[in-house]
């Protein structure tokens, strides 16, 4: 499945042209500071995360871009972040990010789960998985 791996560095066209990836209710992560209080936001909520690491220059991410925002509007009940690795390089590498898109699904601050490269069916399968345990637990 595609995949990117991260360049040296980028430059500012690659910046503005990652306005592109945000839609629906796709929420882009500006900081640190911001991630935190998204995630603090998702756990009062009782909101599973959905954190998707892309670039602006990875084709398989531009790609999936208008997938992830149609999964932002069908399914409310989960959060949608986007974090542009080039943006937010300390934040991804924590997060020891390898390749782009990567997708996270955080519980309560927690990682129950991950998924490298741009895999539709796989990120579908992943979401009816949490929806349906989500489900079961009587929330």
């Known amino acids: 499945m595609g995949q990117c ?3 040296a560095h ?4 690659d910046s503005e042209r990652f306005v592109e990836f945000v839609g629906g209710n796709v929420q882009p992560v500006t900081s640190k500071e911001d991630w935190d209080q998204k995630l603090s936001e998702a756990k009062r909520d009782g909101k599973i995360v959905i954190a998707n690491f892309s670039a602006a220059w990875c084709g ?10 149609e999964l932002s509007e069908k399914y409310p009940s989960l959060m ?3 974090i542009d690795v080039d943006e937010l390089t300390e934040l991804s590498t924590s997060w020891d990010i390898k390749a782009t898109p ?3 699904f955080l519980k309560d601050g927690q990682q ?3 998924l490298v490269g741009a895999n539709k069916p796989e990120l579908m399968k992943k979401i009816n ?4 345990s989500e489900a079961n637990s009587g929330k």
Request: proline share 10%; glycine share 0%; net charge neutral.
């Open 80 to 82: 949608f972040l986007l």
């Open 10 to 13: 980028s430059n500012e066209a």
């Open 60 to 69: 398989p991410c531009r790609m999936l871009a208008p997938f992830y925002c």
């Open 112 to 114: 129950t789960d991950k």
């Open 102 to 104: 990567t997708f996270f």
């Open 5 to 7: 791996f991260p360049k």
């Open 129 to 132: 998985a949490i929806l349906d």
